[in-house]
């Protein structure tokens, strides 16, 4: 599945394909990377969402992490673009764009009562009045970790949900006290997406 909000923007979530058909698509270093990870899990999400990249930006996209573990790219121009990454149990999502960005991706049944006190604030938890609020805004806080590209920012402390508009499919919120570009919210099959660009 596509989905191109604006003309900047583009978000693709595919199954989580095996590693071994995604073997086309990763370099010899990468090949060498993959045979290092135990779970068989982490490697059919890590080789596709390689492949996807790839798919979109041609073979030679380069991929590398950043100091804080965040995936960058350049496509085969040797022009960069932004990405964030996220996987659930069945597929990965993957957004790019010209400027910074973040992305999360949640099946909807995941039990967040249990962590909830870890990520919600007790006003933010009047905004959460239902699992699928409860899954959204953990999304939400996630794509906004991942947007905000730094190590030590606390999900509960930092990053603070304002509105949550189910009409609108947004969300506001702020990050250490600043207000962020509007969060956009959908629903994949069984899965929350949230995500929000510059």
């Not at 933010?124 to 953990?138: G, R, S």
Request: charged share 35%; proline share 3%.
């Amino acid at each position: 599945m596509k989905i191109k909000p604006t003309e900047n923007i583009l978000i693709v979530i595919v199954p989580t394909a095996t590693a071994e058909s995604n073997k086309g698509f990763l370099t010899e270093e990468e090949l060498q990377e993959l045979e290092c990870i135990k779970s068989a899990q982490r490697c059919d999400e890590w080789s596709t969402w390689r492949r996807v990249v790839r798919e979109q930006l041609g073979s030679e996209a380069a991929i590398w992490y950043n100091e804080i573990g965040a995936p960058q790219t350049k496509n085969d121009k040797g022009e960069e673009m932004k990405i964030s990454v996220s996987h659930s149990r069945s597929h990965v999502a993957v957004l790019f764009s010209e400027r910074r960005c973040g992305l999360d991706m949640e099946h909807c049944d995941r039990n967040f009562d249990r962590i909830r006190e870890k990520y919600l604030a007790p006003e933010e938890m009047q905004l959460a009045t239902d699992d699928k609020h409860k899954a959204i805004m953990w999304c939400a806080k996630e794509a906004i970790y991942k947007y905000a590209g730094r190590k030590e920012i606390d999900l509960k402390r930092d990053i603070v949900i304002k509105t949550v508009d189910m009409e609108q499919k947004e969300l506001t919120a702020e990050l250490c006290g600043r207000p962020l570009p509007t969060l956009s919210v959908f629903e994949f099959e069984d899965q929350i997406v949230c995500w929000l660009s510059e």
